[in-house]
Structure formats: structure tokens, C-alpha cells
T-cell receptor
Framework: DAKTTQPNSMESNEEEPVHLPCNHS???????IHWYRQLPSQGPEYVIH???SNVNNRMASLAIAEDRKSSTLILHRATLRDAAVYYC????????????????FGKGTLLTVNP | DAGVTQSPTHLIKTRGQQVTLRCSPK?????VSWYQQALGQGPQFIFQ???????QRGNFPDRFSGHQFPNYSSELNVNALLLGDSALYLC????????????FGQGTRLTVV
């Protein structure tokens, strides 16, 4: 199965940057890294994804290590609304040579943001 | 845009009964996936539907079945309910099967007593 490793929890202060790490040492050359987050009492929400180079969008930045064995989700200024469980995911192609993907969620990182 | 809508939001069933959960995908999306989320755990993939066919399946027994309609909406059916089936059931939609940006509904909270 497509495994990633994340810390169980992290804490941050409001308006400070947050760096959420993820290890994916068995990643293949064509594996994307996806990040989703789940706010309390809601379904997961797409955050960002990338393959090799760093990626930015309105929600966050994704920094991918040169060897691609790890990545970091960066929230530039945490707000109380960013308190959520963050999931680092490798969409898993279960069909060799195929194009079907599924999202395999682990337990994620619970981010607490202090006011 | 209504996003992904699921119904009902909450449901209580008795062991041995059958249940049907419904999902309407985000407008323009043609692929629907279902997930089960137990308390304190991440969502677990049940199956994915595309072009009215089950395309992928996770490690769930045959008691879990589904259907996709021509309008892309989908149903999840669970037969012979067990107490362990109590969970939040999430539906996600995407354009195509690669799920590069899946949109999730709020889920249906199923309680089996």
C-alpha cells in the first residue's frame, strides 16, 4: 500500500507559519503527493498537490525534497480556521500501468492553532 | 454550485437491517468515490464509480455495494448491518478517475444499534 508518515499532532500560534512534515520514502518517480485537510465535523478538503518542484496556491505551499522522499506543507500565517487534521497522501495506482487512483488516508496530523 | 451533497445527514439503524446512502456529485464531475471514517481514524476507501461501473474497490466485504446513475449520482448500500458499520460515510466526486482534486460531501453519520 502507499504509505506516508506524519506526526500525530502539532501546535502553532495564530499568525505564525506552520510547517507540516510528511515522509514518503518509498515513493516512485511518478507518484504525486497530495494534501487534504479535515476541519471538525466536515468532509476532507483538497489543499494542494505536487510532483517534483515546489507548488503554491491560495491556501498553502508545498515544498518537496530533492530526493522526493519527504515533503512539507507550509501554511504561511496560521489562523484559527486552519485548525484541522492534515493528511499527506500518495494516490495509489492499484492497476499496474493503469491510470486509476484512489486516496489512501492515514491518521494525519492534528494541527492545533493557539490564539 | 451546490458542491457534493449527501443524504441523509444522520441515520440510526438496527443490526441486521439494510441501509442506502445517497450522493450527488459536484456539477460537472463524473466520478464518485465512497469512504468510511470511523471515529478518530482517517477515511477508508470503499469503492469508486465511473461510467456507471465500479472501477476500484477497497478492502470491504460484499455487504457493501453501490450504484451510479446516468446523471452521475450514486448510492451506497450496506446489507446485514453490524455494530462495527457505525461510522461517518463520505462521498467524494472528481472529474475523471485520477482524483487529483476530489471534493467531499459533509458525510452521513450512520449509527447501528
Amino acid at each position: 500500500d502507499a504509505k506516508t508518515t506524519q506526526p500525530n499532532s502539532m501546535e502553532s500560534n495564530e499568525e505564525e507559519p506552520v510547517h507540516l512534515p510528511c515522509n514518503h520514502s518509498t515513493i516512485s518517480g511518478t507518484d504525486y503527493i497530495h494534501w487534504y485537510r479535515q476541519l471538525p465535523s466536515q468532509g476532507p478538503e483538497y489543499v494542494i498537490h505536487g510532483l517534483t518542484s515546489n507548488v503554491n496556491n491560495r491556501m498553502a505551499s508545498l515544498a518537496i525534497a530533492e530526493d522526493r522522499k519527504s515533503s512539507t506543507l507550509i501554511l504561511h500565517r496560521a489562523t484559527l480556521r486552519d485548525a484541522a487534521v492534515y493528511y499527506c497522501i500518495r494516490p495509489f495506482d492499484i492497476n499496474s500501468g493503469g491510470s486509476n487512483y484512489k486516496l489512501t488516508f492515514g491518521k494525519g496530523t492534528l494541527l492545533t492553532v493557539n490564539p | 454550485d451546490a458542491g457534493v451533497t449527501q443524504s441523509p445527514t444522520h441515520l440510526i439503524k438496527t443490526r441486521g437491517q439494510q441501509v442506502t446512502l445517497r450522493c450527488s456529485p459536484k456539477s460537472g464531475h463524473d466520478t464518485v468515490s465512497w469512504y468510511q471514517q470511523a471515529l478518530g481514524q482517517g477515511p477508508q476507501f470503499i469503492f469508486q464509480y465511473y461510467e456507471e461501473e465500479e472501477r476500484q474497490r477497497g478492502n470491504f466485504p460484499d455487504r457493501f455495494s453501490g450504484h451510479q446513475f446516468p446523471n452521475y449520482s450514486s448510492e451506497l448500500n450496506v446489507n446485514a448491518l453490524l455494530l462495527g458499520d457505525s461510522a461517518l460515510y463520505l462521498c467524494a466526486s472528481s472529474l475523471g478517475v485520477k482524483n487529483t482534486e476530489a471534493f467531499f460531501g459533509q458525510g452521513t453519520r450512520l449509527t447501528v444499534v
